[in-house]
């Protein structure tokens, strides 16, 4: 079972297009919610810096898929609507993470759509309940753009650029990985303090 939630071994057994399914459905597919999103894409640049694959490849196809996860997420959500609170609890859906999601979007309005890149199961709801709320289209496609490349460039670069500058880097992964999961966090816990500061 650990093997299977190993982001190197989801890797190496799905391929280039195993990531960039999972990319587009924990993007906005309400059940990809459980997917390893940014161990994954770091990891997918490790292995690419040894040549499993091409990270120009990699990078362009994560983007692309990113950003057409969240477009579909929000054509969902502007679809079903309000009735997805009233959804029933199941395996794949749970109504704690739209509502925690609801308040992420919120709290952050535009922006919500780029920082939820960075926080896991917010960034799979959040594209949802922006098209439950109608957020202007242009505006959202805009943070949604600016959004996938942080994410879906940026990590596999990392973890590309870290491969080719540290031997061996793959014996280090499950340290590295757990502090670009800190990492990730940064962005939320900056807004949060900026905006306590505003309070006061």
């Known amino acids: 079972m650990l093997d299977f939630l190993d982001p190197a071994t989801i890797i190496k057994t799905l391929g280039l297009l195993g990531v960039f399914a999972i990319v587009f459905a924990e993007s906005g597919l309400f059940f990809g919610f459980f997917f390893p999103g940014d161990s994954l894409l770091f990891t997918a ?14 990078s362009i196809g994560c983007f692309i898929c990113a ?18 609170f009233t959804r029933e609890d ?10 925690r999601a609801e308040q992420f ?7 919500a759509i ?11 709801f959040v ?6 709320g109608s957020m202007d289209y242009k505006k959202f496609i805009t943070s949604n753009i600016v959004g996938g490349a942080l994410w879906a460039v940026t990590l596999p670069l990392l973890g590309f650029w870290l491969g080719t500058s540290i031997p061996s880097a ?30 006061n």
């Open 170 to 199: 793959d014996q280090f992964l499950w340290p590295i990985i757990a502090t670009v999961i800190v990492l990730s966090f940064l962005p939320i816990v900056w807004e949060y303090l900026k905006a306590k500061t505003t309070d």
């Open 114 to 124: 780029i920082l939820a890149r960075f926080v896991p199961i917010v960034r799979t």
């Open 105 to 111: 979007y919120t709290t952050y309005g535009t922006k």
């Open 67 to 84: 950003v057409a996860g969240d477009s579909v997420g929000y054509a969902f959500g502007k679809k079903v609507g309000p009735k997805i």
């Open 127 to 132: 594209p949802i309940v922006a098209g439950v």
């Open 90 to 99: 199941s395996l794949f859906f749970h109504k704690k993470h739209v509502a």
């Open 45 to 58: 640049g490790l292995l690419a810096s040894q040549g499993y694959f091409s990270i120009v490849w990699l």
